[in-house]
């Protein structure tokens, strides 16, 4: 499985329980003996990633294979795509039968189109929130990723809420970390996944998302104005947050609970791993080589005493070296 991606989430397991079951794969394990988490392991048995073979104790428990395991899952989502197409298709047609009857459509979708037009309308609609902002942050880009916005630091300052959701591919980008960094500092809440598209959604109610998706043309954008419309992007983004994974770049700066901690960058490498970022993303964020990474992170596992990624992040959290704060929830 890719590191980068966490499949598991959506069984309701944690991304530890998910390296967990991930190392037995590797290892080619058949058969095991509860000696890990009890929680973690009702998780994957509950999940039918594992199969317990005794009712006595200690416990053993065969592992699924893979491929039995997650076809039903793979076939189970391929359903609710198809079952979310037919509602956005429902939609759609309710759409295009007010648009048709006595609501004139320039009213519910504009289009704008041109760079500069589009940087203009994205900047009216930042400056026009009172409340809250929700973004789905994504590339390709308008304007240098690596720059903070001076208009949502500006709304910040002013109270305004802003929640944004950032691409796994948008955190990759390297020297993204120091923009995420400041952002959160001002007080934005960021979170990480695969996000479906590029969104902005401001409470006048307004949102902006692209004419089209595949390929993402930035230099046309669609201003919605529909209640439906914005109803359903709503919708779309409080699922999308509910399942996302906290994400603490400025982590590395907080005081340690003592001094048999982890050192600050040993903190911010466990983050950035359990968000999900691959070992290279993690690499190019930190400033540190490939084996830097590799490197501090087999140290971590002998000062833990852990033998995979599952362990240390289970006795990191025992230690208090991460919270709940720093941990995705199961």
């Known amino acids: 499985m890719r590191e980068d991606h966490q499949p598991l989430r959506i069984l309701g397991l944690s991304d530890l329980d998910q390296s967990w079951y991930e190392s037995l794969v590797v290892a080619g394990a058949t058969e095991i003996t509860g000696n890990g988490d009890p929680a973690s392991m009702a998780r994957l048995e509950a999940a039918g990633l594992i199969v317990r073979l005794t009712a006595e104790e200690p416990a053993r428990w065969a592992v699924v294979p893979p491929d039995i395991a997650l076809d039903p899952l793979l076939a189970e989502r391929r359903r609710w795509l198809h079952d979310d197409r037919q509602r956005l298709a429902v939609l759609a047609e309710r759409f295009r039968g007010r648009a048709g009857s006595d609501t004139d459509p320039s009213q519910l979708v504009e289009l704008i189109h041109g760079p500069d037009a589009v940087f203009q309308a994205s900047e009216e609609l930042i400056r026009g929130i009172r409340n809250e902002a929700r973004v789905f942050d994504a590339p390709p880009y308008a304007r240098d990723p690596l720059e903070c916005n001076p208009t949502e630091l500006e709304q910040l300052r002013r109270g305004v809420r802003w929640r944004a959701i950032y691409d796994r591919q948008a955190v990759a980008v390297p020297g993204r970390l120091a923009h995420l960094s400041h952002a959160i500092?001002?007080?934005?809440?960021?979170?990480?996944?695969?996000?479906?598209?590029?969104?902005?959604?401001?409470?006048?109610?307004?949102?902006?998302?692209?004419?089209?998706?595949?390929?993402?043309?930035?230099?046309?954008?669609?201003?919605?104005?529909?209640?439906?419309?914005?109803?359903?992007?709503?919708?779309?983004?409080?699922?999308?947050?509910?399942?996302?994974?906290?994400?603490?770049?400025?982590?590395?700066?907080?005081?340690?609970?003592?001094?048999?901690?982890?050192?600050?960058p040993e903190r911010a490498l466990m983050s950035l791993l359990m968000a999900g970022l691959t070992d290279q993303a993690t690499a190019d964020h930190l400033g540190w080589h490939l084996r830097t990474v590799r490197r501090h992170l087999s140290a971590l596992l002998r000062r833990l005493d852990a033998a995979t990624r599952f362990q240390a992040g289970y006795q990191a959290v025992q230690r208090g070296w991460l919270t709940a704060e720093d941990v995705p929830a199961p």
């Open 185 to 264: 500092a001002a007080g934005e809440q960021a979170r990480i996944t695969t996000v479906p598209m590029k969104l902005l959604l401001g409470d006048q109610p307004l949102a902006m998302v692209p004419l089209r998706l595949q390929p993402v043309d930035i230099a046309c954008t669609l201003l919605v104005r529909d209640s439906t419309l914005l109803s359903a992007l709503s919708a779309l983004f409080e699922t999308y947050w509910e399942r996302a994974v906290p994400f603490d770049v400025g982590i590395g700066d907080k005081p340690l609970p003592n001094e048999d901690g982890p050192s600050g």
